[in-house]
């Protein structure tokens, strides 16, 4: 079972958290436990932030890029654009010390990767998305195509 598929589980008992995942992904140059960290806190600020009651979606691209997804209204460009740094905070009144997205981005430069923020999400008029992409070690699998969902 994947990190990914473990770390969202622990949510999905109170929380609606989905995900696809390739069935034999690319192995990616990150610690595991780092990994799940970043995940974790992705997590849990889509549920903290999201519109209440609304799924968080975490996909896997074949290719390695993990997106976490979750209904909101729009993030303005100017909050969007300091969310990952120390102790920022979105409009929400939920709890938490805004550093989730900042030890995910801290987390994702030391392994080589990227954070992106993105509001509306990619493909939508409104939520958030996160974009946690890593390098890729070489290939061992031609499986890309097949996926695993979960729900």
Known sequence: MLV???????????????????????PVAIDPDAFAISLRNLIENALRHGSPGS???????????????????????????RLAERFQRGDSRAPGAGLGLTIAAAIARSAGGTLELLSPALGRDDGFEARFTLA????????????????
Do not use: Q
């Open 4 to 26: 990914i598929e473990l770390v969202a589980r622990d949510f999905s008992h109170d929380h609606p958290v989905y995900g696809t995942v390739p069935a034999d992904p690319d």
């Open 55 to 81: 799924p968080v979606t975490v996909t896997l691209d074949p290719d390695g890029v993990l997106h976490v997804i979750n209904a909101c209204p729009v993030v303005p460009g100017d909050h969007l654009a």
């Open 136 to 151: 890729a070690l070489p290939s061992v699998s031609s499986n890309k195509d097949k996926m695993h969902h979960w729900t």
